[in-house]
């Protein structure tokens, strides 16, 4: 799973990104701070399923700390987009290919209008123009892509499939483009669609594949009356305050052992100097006043209520809820909502799955066939003949 972070320029975007991997990027008040793409990991929390069990985990591919687990997402900081991106302006077309591989995205606004969808300082911008802007980029980026093959699908009798193996690339599903298509009333063989029918049937498609979270940032230099403006602009839009600046100066002073964040309350560590004390004072007001920075509720939003994951336990023995080595409930895989055992088996490995006869639901104790639709928080053997290589 891969979530990409964008937005116009200046908005905090590399902000945002040091905040949820703690990856040190090049982070500047200006426009095109980042050229390349960042790459790294952040972590969404959920609690463990130890509490339930009444055991004390060891994991592998996550950490648990006071029963909340945090499992390990893959999220990509790409170049500001500017108006006219999909035609090469700006970091245009590096941007936009560097999200195609994304599964959702993370819009950063600047909240409190400082900045305008150039990355330049006004005194005044509305950041819902961002939001507009955005979305018209990525629309006009697909429909591009539709448009220079358009000759290629007018010769196949199948759009769907045609149009699937041409936007694979998006991790496209067929049912994604069998949708797009007939939600706009489009034709779907031997297609010659318009300049507006291909807009239309990438608007659809976009909302499908790639769907938006929009995080009103900056909102420690923004205030409610700002916040509540950009959220009657952007109705059908999911809408999250936060301070990726915020966050991340509590990361960096817990990682220097001034502070100790736990449960949205900071508590002082050691002796900070006069300076020390006066950013860690203006951290905890924040925290009070907003509950919390809002960062790691993003995350959470896109990856559990947006992109509908649920978190699976996999183990070798059902009884002792461990792997070979002992360690308890040692991995917490994301799935998809709906996944069976036998993907669970793939994801552990394809050995596995072809050699899977059954699974066993090990809070249970109960044999579970293949076709067993997975549940939040199961804890699963999978039984194969199969072995990893």
């Known amino acids: 799973m891969l979530i990409g972070i964008i937005g116009a320029p200046n908005k905090g975007k590399s902000t945002m990104f040091s905040a949820l991997t703690m990856n040190e990027v090049q982070i500047a008040d200006y ?8 790459l790294g990991v952040a972590h969404v929390s959920k609690e463990c399923v130890e509490t339930e069990l009444g055991v004390k985990c060891r994991p592998r591919n996550s950490t648990c700390t006071n029963g909340i687990r945090k499992i390990p997402v893959n ?4 170049a500001g987009l500017v108006p006219g991106a999909h035609l090469g302006k700006g970091m245009g077309n590096q941007f936009l290919n560097d999200l195609a591989g994304a599964d959702a995205l993370i819009q950063v ?6 900045t305008d969808m150039h990355g330049e300082r006004v005194e005044w911008a509305d950041p819902a123009e961002e939001v507009i802007m955005v979305r018209k980029e990525l629309v006009e980026w697909i429909a591009g892509i539709i448009t220079r093959h358009m000759q290629q699908l007018s010769r196949n009798d199948d759009a769907v499939s045609a149009l699937h193996m041409l936007l694979s690339g998006f991790k496209a599903t067929q049912e994604q483009v069998r949708h797009a298509i007939s939600a706009e009333y489009l034709t779907s063989n031997k297609i010659n669609w318009s300049a507006d029918e291909c807009t239309k049937f990438a608007s659809r498609f976009l909302e499908d594949s790639k769907p938006i979270v929009i995080a009103a940032n900056k909102m420690d230099k923004s205030d409610t009356k700002k916040l509540e403006w950009l959220k009657s602009r952007l109705r059908g839009y999911e809408v999250i305050e936060c301070s990726g600046a915020i966050e991340l100066a509590i990361k960096k002073a817990e990682a220097a052992g001034l502070i100790r964040y736990t449960g949205g309350s900071i ?3 050691g002796k900070p100097t006069p300076e020390q004390e006066q950013g860690i004072q203006v951290m905890g007001e924040y925290l009070q006043k907003h ?4 960062v790691n509720d993003i995350l959470s ?6 992109l509908h994951k649920i978190v699976v336990y996999p183990v070798e023995d059902e009884n002792k809820f461990t792997d070979h080595f002992g360690n308890v409930l040692p991995d917490a895989v994301l799935m998809d909502n709906g996944s069976t055992a036998l993907q669970l088996a793939e994801r552990i490995h394809t050995d596995i799955a072809k050699g899977m006869k059954y699974g066993i639901d090990a809070k249970k ?4 066939p293949k076709d067993y639709i997975l549940k939040d928080n199961d804890v699963i053997k999978i039984f194969s003949t199969g072995a990893m290589k």
Request: hydrophobic share 45%; glycine share 8%.
């Open 301 to 306: 939003k896109v990856v559990f209520q947006v």
């Open 365 to 368: 104790k109960l044999r579970i």
């Open 109 to 114: 606004v600047d909240c409190s209008g400082e």
């Open 31 to 38: 426009a095109f701070t980042t050229i390349k793409p960042n």
């Open 75 to 78: 999220v990509v900081d790409v």
């Open 267 to 269: 508590h002082v560590m």
């Open 291 to 294: 509950n919390g920075t809002g």
